[in-house]
Every structure is written in C-alpha cells, then in structure tokens.
C-alpha cells in the first residue's frame, strides 16, 4: 500500500531506444491515469501506439494513489528499453 501524500499520484519513468524514430506500439499492463511520451500527453490503454523520435525516448506515467496497482508492466517489440538509471 502506498501512504496518500499528495493528490497527483506516483510518477513512474522509464526509457528505450528507437533505432530510426516513427511510430511504435506498446501494450501496457496495469492502470495509469496519465501518460507521456517525450512530454506528449497520450491517453493511457492496454494498446497504445505513440510517434517516437530517433535514439532516446522517455515515458512517464502517473499512477493513482488510491488506485495503486499491484504491478505495471510496458513491452514493444518497436524499441529497445534501456536498463539502469535515466538519463
């Protein structure tokens, strides 16, 4: 359980690489409030595809306190995610 301690929720990042930029298809696993890609605002689904640039992408999602899920889960066969810290 995550305690409430403010009211715009948790904020979860992560990055991958795309080798030439376009188009890209996600499938995410988990309920998110709101998500970003590069700071372009997307509307969270379970399928979602989002236009990406070439090299370094960043997501963000926003999760919901009260509504915390038990896991999150991102994959695409489109790109490449980095491991290790953000840059």
């Known amino acids: 359980n995550v305690p409430a301690r403010n009211s715009r929720g ?19 696993a988990g309920e998110a409030a709101e ?5 372009k605002k997307l509307h969270p689904a379970a399928d979602f595809s ?14 919901d ?9 991102l994959a695409s066969r489109d790109v490449n995610f980095a491991l290790g810290d953000l840059k």
């Open 35 to 39: 998500l970003w890609v590069n700071g």
């Open 50 to 63: 989002a236009e990406l640039k070439a090299g370094l992408n960043t997501l963000v999602l926003r999760v």
């Open 65 to 73: 306190e009260a509504r915390f899920p038990e896991s999150v889960r």
């Open 10 to 28: 948790v904020f979860l990042a992560t990055q991958f690489e795309s080798a030439g930029g376009g188009a890209a298809k996600f499938a995410l």
